[in-house]
């Protein structure tokens, strides 16, 4: 004979010791996380297609207009030019890296401006840089580009077939230059950490 008292339901476990049902179905985080990477992999894809694109659409507009414009006017003519291209070059890159470099994320609330300068300094540099590597390959294009059928060369190159060769002689020398200067400058032993 059983009992009359009801049966009770079992008590819950505490939710640190409760299983996963479903073992196979991925965790709400998981599932954020892939979402972010897929996006993120989605705006570095169109990025890289953007500046594509841009790349080609201001050689096409201005790349052999400002070689025109610099052997016209500029002192020394388009080598003089060629010099200050290959001068500002490695200039702005290390500007970049180095701006870019020095901004903490973590502690930015503490010293918005410093973050904000460093910032845009480096985005600055950086989108400068755009308009060097449109210059440099203008003065490469020899037309002989690629597997199609040859181009006529760009309007530097046809007049100017060793120009690329003074600017690489000068970007060269500036490297050399920064090098040696970030090698003998004193290394100041600056905690840059918030205290």
Known sequence: MGSSAKPRRRRAAAPALQYDRQRGRPGLAEVKGKKRESVFGC???LLLAGLMVLMAT???LYGDDVWQWAAESWPGGAYGFAVLVGI???CLAVLAVYSLSRMHWKTWKQHRARTLTHTALGTASTAA???YVILVFNAQDSGKW???EPTP???VFSRYPWLWAVGLLS???TLALLIRYFL???HHARDMSPT
């Open 129 to 131: 840089l755009l308009p």
């Open 153 to 155: 060369p760009s309007w």
């Open 58 to 60: 201001l050689d096409m």
């Open 146 to 148: 690629g597997k199609g």
């Open 88 to 90: 500002l070059g490695p």
């Open 171 to 173: 970007s060269l020398a």
């Open 184 to 186: 003998r400058r004193p």
């Open 43 to 45: 705006l570095v894809f």
